[in-house]
């Protein structure tokens, strides 16, 4: 973070830095930037960037900038900076006229990404009391004006259970990508292991859904420029990515699901 701000100039600086400073500081000292998914940013943008805050628009460019700058540093292979957007407000008089419910779309996730949802959700349900006792227990020490130790727990206990829903509402929606053993193409699921022609380098990355990417863990979103690229293919395909700096060529050596 301190790097990212020193590459700012001063104006730009002063503007970004509380909001950055907030988003790391939520995250704490321990996260490590591999752990970063785009469900956790798209988590904390939910819960935290409000169409209400007269603050948003800066908030939402802060955030984006943070992420291009962790992505064009390579720390993280994706930009997360997709999963940054304030919310729309609900449009009370579009669903009084039209009477009609938006149908809302189904996921497509692998089956290790539905059980890691489903192991996060028992997580949280299990945190979820203590997290309560906490919030009762700090609202005994006085005057909740001064009384930072509630409302940091407040503020993490609102998180949890807007995680919480989400984990809920993606579980109800999600479904199980369909693999065929017969295809030696690639598909959500799928290990594909490639070479970096210019370097000669070989890589393998697990296509996922958007929900699951974790570049620590070599999951790519079939979302990403990679991923699109890479989807579909077949061992002795080669393709060409444009990343920031520049252009990367792929060999996919090999496919399995």
Not at 51 to 78: C, G, H, I, M, S
Request: glycine fraction near 6%.
């Amino acid at each position: 973070m301190n790097d990212y701000l020193r590459s700012l100039k001063p104006d730009l600086r002063r503007q970004y830095e509380p909001f950055v400073r907030r988003y790391v500081d939520f995250m704490g000292d321990t996260f490590q930037v591999g752990q970063l998914t785009g469900s956790r940013v798209e988590s904390y943008a939910e819960a935290q960037i409000r169409p209400t805050d007269p603050n948003a628009q800066d908030r939402v460019a802060a955030l984006k900038a943070w992420f291009q700058f962790l992505k064009k540093k390579e720390y993280v292979t994706e930009n997360y900076g997709i999963h940054i957007r304030v919310r729309k407000a609900p449009g009370r008089a579009a669903g009084r006229s039209s009477g009609l419910r938006k149908e809302e779309e189904p996921i497509e996730m692998t089956a290790e990404g539905i059980d890691a949802l489903r192991a996060e959700l028992a997580e949280i349900e299990a945190q979820v009391p203590t997290m309560e006792q906490d919030i009762a227990h700090a609202r005994e020490d006085g005057d909740l004006r001064e009384n930072a130790p509630y409302h940091a727990a407040r503020e993490a206990l609102a998180f949890k259970n807007q995680r919480k829903q989400q984990i809920q509402t993606a579980l109800k929606r999600a479904f199980v990508a369909q693999r065929s053993g017969k295809s030696d193409r690639s598909s959500v699921g799928s290990t594909v292991t490639v070479t970096r022609l210019d370097k000669q380098e070989t890589l393998n990355f697990k296509l996922v859904g958007a929900r699951e990417a974790n570049a620590g863990e070599k999951k790519i979103s079939v979302e990403s420029p990679v991923g699109k690229e890479l989807l579909g293919r077949r061992p002795g395909d080669e393709v060409e990515i444009t990343v920031p700096s520049g252009v990367i060529h792929y060999r996919i050596d090999a496919v399995s699901h």
